[in-house]
């Protein structure tokens, strides 16, 4: 260094780039941590040859270690969006008459299940699924461009864990004992996690983040994400796969309204195909969903219909606790009938407003991609309770609808909104690629 000059110092980075790589890094962590809980259950698998009990144990440290990461992303989320909405001049917090009586009657349904006698560990699973709509809530007021690097930087530090499940899963079909069935293509895989359907369900869920972030080679990382979910023989994961393609393709041609019947054509084809034993692996007459949803429902009594049976009932955690053979150990697999279950008419009421804020508050492009996806794993999966493709969701659905506030303005940073943004000469690389995303 010439003597009698300063020493270079490093430009900072942008005050919207460290908020996204700090939510992106903490994201990223609650992930991983979600991975290496499960893979204690899928190594065994794997060596043992055999499903292990319903009670076999996860790493129970990390595992409360990711819960309680996971509530801290979300109480900095929310004391973010107060510091958003006080800038712009607004109430820190404004809640709806909707919002305030949907408190009152989560309140009622938890004095009901702790009166009822049913466990802490059991209510506090079906609590924790309110974690993810408030995440999604807060990450909505996030401003566009931080918006869209969350989304690129999460679609950057995913790539090893889904190189990893891909290779593992094609190691477990090429030798692994068909211990959830046999496919054409050979045992049905489950990666690092629980069960083949949370591969699937995650695979499906990281091939969103990339369709709606666009980053470099997009298309590439999307193909693999949804051919590891397709060889899991998981039907849920295949039709998932169809609707991301679908929407791609539909999203692109005119006068999409005659699509709907050649569609619904598709989807009772693919219907018929995924149910048989050769696909999915195992024949699905009499131990359906369907089938498991009647039984169920035929067994909740007429005075619980409104406020169900109490929090976490129909969730997973009742089977690990109770046992298969116990009457409270049954897994709705469905996270609305879980949510209807737990909360009873209210739980309908907080799963039909998630549904309708998305429509009305993402894209028209992420719509398409996010709106019929979501809900299909909504419907079949117990998707809250699904690690990590319920975190990921969250993310991609909630960068997809932020709301455009002034909270960049005090970094200096110009919020653009994003169904304009990709005509905004301004962005370039990949902050244009990902807002195209949001915005297409």
């Not at 496919?183 to 895989?189: S, W, Y």
Request: aromatic share 8%; hydrophobic share 50%.
């Amino acid at each position: 260094m010439t003597p009698g000059l300063p020493r270079a110092r490093r430009a900072k980075r942008p005050a919207a780039d460290l908020v996204a790589r700090r939510y992106a890094v903490a994201a990223t962590l609650i992930v991983t941590l979600g991975l290496v809980t499960s893979l204690p259950r899928a190594l065994f698998m794997m060596q043992a040859g055999s499903v292990p009990p319903e009670t076999f144990a996860n790493v129970g440290a990390l595992q409360y270690v990711r819960e309680g990461a996971l509530l801290v992303l979300a109480a900095v989320a929310v004391n973010h969006m107060i510091l958003i909405r006080r800038r712009a001049g607004r109430r820190a917090l404004q809640f709806s008459p909707l919002a305030v009586f949907i408190g009152v009657l989560v309140l009622v349904a938890l004095v009901r299940s702790a009166l009822a006698g049913i466990s802490f560990e059991v209510i506090s699973y079906g609590v924790r699924i309110l974690v993810f709509p408030l995440l999604y809530i807060a990450l909505r007021w996030l401003d566009g461009g931080i918006a869209s690097s969350l989304l690129q930087r999460i679609s950057r530090y995913a790539k090893p864990l889904i190189v990893v499940e891909a290779l593992l899963a094609a190691y477990q079909v090429a030798t692994a004992a068909g211990l959830y069935g046999t496919t054409f293509l050979g045992p049905r895989p489950w990666g690092t996690m629980p069960t083949p359907n949370s591969l699937a369900a995650a695979m499906v869920a990281f091939a969103l983040l990339y369709t709606v972030a666009r980053p470099k080679r997009w298309a590439l990382w999307m193909t693999l994400c949804l051919a590891v979910a397709f060889i899991t023989g998981s039907r849920t994961g295949t039709l998932g796969t169809l609707l991301i393609i679908g929407a791609l393709v539909a999203y692109r041609i005119p006068y999409r309204a005659l699509l709907l019947p050649f569609g619904a054509g598709i989807v009772v084809v693919a219907l018929y195909v995924l149910s048989s034993a050769s696909f999915s692996g195992r024949e699905i007459r009499g131990e359906g969903r369907f089938d498991q949803w009647l039984l169920i429902l035929s067994g909740v009594p007429l005075d619980d219909w409104f406020f169900g049976l109490g929090i976490g009932m129909g969730s997973n955690a009742t089977l690990s606790l109770y046992g298969r053979d116990h009457v409270a150990g049954t897994v709705a697999d469905s996270q609305l009938l879980s949510t209807y279950l737990s909360f009873g008419v209210v739980g309908v009421v907080i799963i039909l407003w998630a549904v309708v804020a998305i429509i009305r508050k993402t894209p028209l492009r992420a719509a398409y991609l996010l709106v019929p996806t979501t809900i299909l794993l909504g419907a079949v999966y117990n998707i809250g309770e699904v690690a990590p493709a319920n975190l990921v969701l969250t993310v991609v659905a909630a960068c997809a609808a932020q709301r455009h506030s002034t909270s960049a303005g005090s970094a200096g940073e110009q919020t653009v909104d994003p169904e304009l943004s990709h005509r905004s000469p301004a962005r370039s690389g990949p902050a244009r690629r990902s807002a195209q995303g949001l915005a297409r």
